[in-house]
């Protein structure tokens, strides 16, 4: 890689030309006008100015897309793995080759800190291509073999069809790798629909693919997903939907693909709670808490915000993350000492700046609690709320934002309870010295992810699974690939 870095300010150029250069969808291996004329705003959120706009795209244009799929679909699962891996690995490199056009887009569209996406998320994206396109070819499913008399039985493992993917705002483009190149390593053909308020970092990774790929085999469709989600999750011929987003809009696209008696793999969103007892290294773990808690300005589902604590250190716990928070930097993301940048949206910080204003009278803002609009960005500081309850808004619903609510709890089964007290089931950890008591805990939590000890660390093989309202299904590793798999079993009368 030896592209050189851009400037912050060459970095919000280039993002407004790729943006004014986007037209339509991306269809059949090309850019095509979009049937509807309707378009979406699409805003910076360091600065809150007008970035560009994409398609409101129609179903008419969904199902150009989806038959654009269906008619590659054939051919490129009749490629052997390898050749479905190489062009895979090629996708990376171009990713690679164009990694400062890639991190303007990803930082400028998402209002990431342009230092965490250069140093840690494209890196990953880039880790993930890769691991998807060289996994793709180790699939394995139960072995053949004489089960029954005479009858030899071999098991293929065959690629679905088409794959819906819808992504979320939070992470554009990681979310689209975790989606789509899975998805099309093991046989098939993908339709994606971006977030409205994060479209181009999407957009440059289907472009450069397209380059590479057979016309139909990666498809766009900007839109809202009211109209675009919706006619996607409904579509005859969308096989599986995979759909990272809200818990109600999950429901949604749930019931369409049960009428329709396809799959849907849904990542939900989560509230994870962590856990922090008295015998734990306090120091290291509340360095690892206020990292986990804001990246990504807490816009995460796995996010380190809700606190436990053990009453004993309680003040110890505030006092130390206050102290954590006030060295993070709030600012405009392409500036390299940011270390906290905008919320994606102005709806965003509506949301976040309802649930600060709505604080029951008990609770106690210790750092931070207003949002700051002078720059015209969509900033909130790092945020510390005390003296709340299990059933208060800031503790039972998912903030996304850099907002930390703290507990006390008395003893192990009590923070037990107030861990598992929610409708999510997506992560959480505990930070603690006592290994029985480390394994204890992670036994009993009721979530997909259990940290011990660490928070918000993972990678493209280890898997993702929400339990109870956080989702249905596992991303990443083997059992994300077998997402977008069937097993057909053949069996062969050896007698005749």
Known sequence: ???????????????????????????DGCWRASASADTIEVFDPSTGERLGEVASSSAKDVDAAVTSAR???????????????????????????????????????????????????????????????GAGRTLSAQAGGDYLGGITSVMRREPVGVVAAITPWNYPLLQAVAKIFPALAVGNTVVIKPAETTPYST?????????????????????????????????????????????????????????????AVMELGGNSPVLVFADADLSSALDVIAAGGLYNAGQECMSATRLIVERAIFDDVVDGLKERCQRYLVGDALDPKTMVGPLNSRAQLLRVVAKLDNLPASATVVLGGRADTASGGYFIPPTIVVDVDQDDEIVAEEIFGPVFSVQRFADENDAL????????????????????????????????????????????????????????????????????????????????
Not at 440 to 461: E, I, Y
Not at 463 to 490: Q, Y
Request: with cysteine; hydrophobic share 50%.
């Open 1 to 27: 890689m030896n592209t050189t870095p851009m400037t912050a300010t060459e970095q919000r150029a280039y993002a407004r030309v790729f943006a004014v250069q986007i037209a339509g969808n991306f269809i």
């Open 71 to 133: 008619a590659a679909q054939k051919a490129w699962a009749a490629a052997t793995p390898a050749e479905r891996s190489q062009a895979l690995f090629k996708i990376a490199d171009s990713v690679e080759a164009h990694f400062e056009q890639m991190l303007a887009m990803e930082a400028v569209d998402a209002g990431k800190p342009v230092s965490a996406v250069r140093d840690d998320e494209l890196p990953g994206c880039l880790d993930a291509m890769r691991y998807f396109a």
């Open 203 to 263: 957009a440059l990774l289907v472009q450069l693919a397209g380059a590479i790929l057979p016309p139909g085999v990666l498809n766009l469709v900007f839109g809202a997903g009211a109209v675009v989600g919706a006619a996607l999750s409904h579509h005859p011929d969308v096989d599986v939907v995979s759909f990272t987003g809200s818990i109600d809009t999950g429901r949604k696209v749930g019931m369409a693909a049960a009428d329709g008696v396809k799959k």
């Open 417 to 496: 309870v107030k861990a598992n007290g929610t409708r999510y089931g997506l992560a959480s950890s505990v930070f603690t010295s006592n290994v029985g008591r480390a394994t204890r805990v992670q036994n009993a939590l009721n979530f997909g992810t259990v940290w011990v000890n660490n928070h918000l660390v993972f990678g493209p093989d280890l898997p993702v699974s929400g339990f109870g309202l956080s989702g249905i299904g596992t991303e990443n590793a083997l059992a994300g690939f077998l997402e977008f798999t069937r097993v057909k079993h053949v069996m062969i009368d050896s007698r005749v």
